[in-house]
């Protein structure tokens, strides 16, 4: 049984390890624009207390030692994002920020560490931090709720990014497994807590992921008939236009011919007569045609 868990340990450091270190690439952004934006610091100040917490429960618990590595590297994270944006950070949010680290990451976690060391014993100890870090933990994972109250609002998965949710499903789950094999209550409950939350956000993201893929379907097929629509009126319109066009050119054409003279009209004749054709026939066969060419034909006539 220990065996396993210390497997399970392992395996809930590294997904826990690869939550902590997603934000990577937005403070490397921040970095090369020098400029923290819009994004704000009250997350990782927050995450940086519950770590730290977690870290000095891990070295009050004999058997702690796990939760002593996930957590110890996850302060260590959260401490370099804190830095981070409290350099970048536009003036007025750098204060607000300092502020908030020194009253949270300075003096709440400081006063803990003292009334815990000094005025307490035993397991007392443990379980003082053990609550304060389950509260902090749920805290955590019921961060994301306003995302999925908008995701229902709006049916839209666009502000609950996937991966997030996912690693916090499965951070969730397998630290819940690990407090199951070594019975430890303030290590269970919160992750369980956000084993379900994190199917939850799974759950809602299948859901709405689908409706938006038929929804966006529906819109394209009830556009298509307008689309086959103006088409088919473009193409009348085009098609009047070019008959149009025909008719002015055959009529230009036949205002510019040049007056035949004698021996073309000899040679003409001649050439109609062996068609058994005379210059008239031909004439009024070629208006009979134009006249066609103006006129609608008769399955278009109301």
Not at 107 to 135: E, P, S
Not at 165 to 184: E, H, I, M, P
Not at 226 to 243: C, S
Request: charged content about 15%; hydrophobic content about 45%; some cysteine.
């Amino acid at each position: 049984m220990a065996d396993l868990s210390f497997i399970v340990g392992i395996i809930g450091n590294i997904i826990s390890i690869l939550v902590f270190a997603s934000p990577i690439k937005t403070f490397w952004t921040v970095v090369k624009k020098k400029s923290t934006e819009n994004y704000k610091g009250v997350p990782y100040i927050t995450t940086l207390l519950s770590t730290s917490l977690w870290t000095f429960y891990g070295l009050l618990n004999p058997d702690g030692l796990l939760v002593v590595t996930v957590n110890g590297a996850g302060a260590v994270f959260q401490f370099i994002y804190v830095t981070l944006f409290l350099i970048y950070a536009p003036k007025d949010k750098k204060v607000n920020a300092a502020k908030l680290v020194a009253l949270l990451d300075v003096g709440f976690l400081g006063v803990v560490i003292t009334v815990t060391l000094v005025a307490m014993h035993g397991n007392l100890r443990l379980t003082f931090v053990g609550i304060l870090c389950a509260a902090f933990t749920i805290g955590m994972y019921a961060a994301p709720l306003s995302a999925m109250r908008t995701v229902i609002k709006t049916k839209s998965v666009e502000y609950m990014p996937f991966l997030l949710s996912f690693f916090l499903f499965l951070n969730g789950g397998v630290w819940s497994v690990y407090a199951v094999l070594v019975k430890d209550f303030y290590i269970g409950v919160p992750n369980a807590t956000g084993f379900v939350l994190g199917s939850a956000q799974l759950i809602l993201y299948a859901m709405y992921t689908k409706k938006s893929g038929s929804e966006k379907s529906a819109m394209e097929e009830e556009g298509s008939p307008h689309l086959v629509k103006g088409g088919i009126e473009m193409r009348t319109h085009n098609d009047e236009d070019d008959k149009m066009c025909i008719n002015n050119r055959s009529l230009n054409k036949g205002k510019s011919l040049p007056k035949p003279t004698v021996n073309r009209q000899n040679s003409l004749k001649k050439i109609l007569k062996t068609l058994s054709l005379n210059v008239q026939d031909l004439q009024s066969g070629w208006l009979h045609d134009i006249e066609l060419g103006n006129r609608k034909p008769d399955n278009d006539q109301p």
